[in-house]
């Protein structure tokens, strides 16, 4: 990948706005944009030295926005499909999405961790039991949980809202 980075950059130029064009990519970050804002009001509203949920602003902006997103970004394939789509198709296009925001969301929370709020590294290492560890062991257990946590929310919310969003067959008699 490298070689062709240097090799041919506009081709790697293009492969990368063809990404960009792709429905999970885009519905995939635009849910990390949850993250950026949830983060962003936390800073705001002086909820910044924990995750506890004290707030029920903050959990409908890390539960409900990624779900209705989610919901969104299914229902644009669905468009695209001339508005048929298969449970099977809806579920791996939610999957799709939920891996992309799996992906790049660990990397917004340890860029927060790093240059926004490095004292709530502390709370992080309580809250998973880490005393004594290093900072970057911290950071990076709590990126594995991102990753984990966003996979299997993404893949519970992807099977609800493809049973919705599903088209249904009639049986011919």
């Not at 997103?69 to 499909?81: D, Q, S, T, V």
């Amino acid at each position: 990948m490298f070689l062709v980075l240097v090799v041919r950059p506009y081709s790697c130029y293009h492969f990368f706005m063809e990404l960009l064009k792709k429905n999970y990519v885009k519905y995939g970050l635009i849910t990390c944009l949850a993250i950026i804002f949830c983060l962003a009001t936390m800073e705001l509203t002086g909820q910044n030295s924990s995750f506890d949920n004290k707030s029920p602003f903050q959990f409908i902006l890390m539960f409900i926005y990624p779900a209705v997103i989610l919901y969104i970004g299914i229902l644009a394939e669905k468009r695209l499909l001339k508005n048929k789509i298969a449970y099977k198709k809806a579920l791996y296009e939610g999957i799709k999405i939920s891996l992309v925001y799996a992906l790049v969301s660990p990397f917004i929370i340890m860029l927060y961790y790093i240059f926004v709020n490095h004292g709530i590294i502390e709370y992080v290492r309580q809250a998973y039991n880490l005393n004594g560890q290093p900072d970057i062991i911290v950071v990076g257990a709590d990126m594995i949980a991102q990753f984990f946590s966003a996979i299997v929310f993404g893949s519970f919310y992807a099977a609800l809202i493809a049973l919705l969003l599903r088209t249904r067959t009639t049986k011919k008699k």
